[in-house]
């Protein structure tokens, strides 16, 4: 489904976007009344439904308005009829610093499905790799 899946991809750069430029509305949008999310900070068991959802950005962006950025590095999407999934690299990290230990990755797989003709994310989660056993390692 390649014209679904440009659709998503569009539609998942747009939420990007609204996420780095700290507009509410632009990450609303394109995602379904029940959304379920798995965020990184609390609470563990997730977030439902689009009111809690819009809860949990607000800290977002306070942390963004200090001077971070977000932005997506990579992006793959699989559609089928209706419904679909992708997944994300992102990148958080403040703005005019370069060092490795101002940069974090950040994993993101959304779960969508069409309602009424058109895509919107019904399952979003956000996740940090483990640094578990890194100094081990080294």
Request: glycine share 8%; proline share 5%; net charge negative.
């Amino acid at each position: 489904m390649p014209d679904d899946e440009e659709q998503i991809r569009t539609l998942i750069e747009k939420w990007a976007n609204a996420v780095n430029s700290g507009h509410l509305s632009g990450v609303l949008a394109d995602h379904s009344d029940d959304i379920v999310m798995f965020d990184v900070p609390p609470p563990q068991e997730g977030v439902r439904g689009i009111d809690a959802y819009r809860e949990t950005w607000l800290p977002f962006f306070e942390w963004r308005a200090q001077g971070a950025a977000f932005e997506l590095v990579s992006l793959d999407v699989t559609a089928g009829d209706d419904v679909a999934y992708a997944h994300a690299r992102c990148c958080a990290a403040e703005r005019g610093r370069s060092s490795p230990t101002t940069l974090r990755t950040a994993r993101l797989t959304l779960g969508l499905r069409k309602e009424d003709g058109r895509w919107v994310v019904a399952h979003e989660h956000h996740s940090f790799p483990s640094t578990d056993g890194e100094d081990a390692a080294a």
